[in-house]
């Protein structure tokens, strides 16, 4: 745990209930199967969360449409889950933009999908309070 990162402790829980869950399953299961065992751990470990939250999409001050959010966890933190063999840059491009969109301060990309879990921590420059 790194106190320089914002909600450290919490970041923290969630990546080791995602390394539970990576270390019970391993890789090849589709992403589903990984939220499922997420939301369950997380739920076991007590941390508040929203799976599939729905959130608006703004321009300039007008909705746009809506986007799912694999979880909103804490009403701070957003929580993208993939399951590939190789995470690339489009998915961590995604995963900020998912942040700007929601004005969320602080999110997680997690990948189950490689023999090793990963994890990035992300942090939304643009965030407005």
């Known amino acids: 745990m790194n106190e320089k990162y914002k909600y450290s402790k919490l970041t923290g829980q969630i990546i080791g209930c995602a390394m539970e869950v990576h270390n019970h399953l391993g ?3 589709q992403e589903v199967i990984y939220q499922r065992a997420l939301a ?3 739920k076991a470990q007590g941390i508040p969360f929203h799976r599939e939250f729905v ?3 703004y321009y300039k001050g007008h909705q746009m449409g809506t986007r799912r959010v694999d979880f909103l966890v804490a009403d701070c ?3 993208e889950l993939k399951a590939v063999i190789r995470m690339e840059d489009a ?3 995604q995963a900020i933009n998912y942040l700007e969109a929601y004005n969320l301060e602080v999110g997680l990309l997690i990948n189950f ?3 090793s ?3 990035k921590r992300l942090r939304n420059k643009k965030h407005r309070p």
């Open 55 to 57: 959130m608006n999409i």
């Open 117 to 119: 879990l990963g994890f």
């Open 40 to 42: 369950y751990e997380m």
């Open 91 to 93: 998915h961590l491009a």
């Open 27 to 29: 890789n090849g299961f």
């Open 77 to 79: 933190i957003g929580l």
């Open 113 to 115: 999908g490689s023999t």
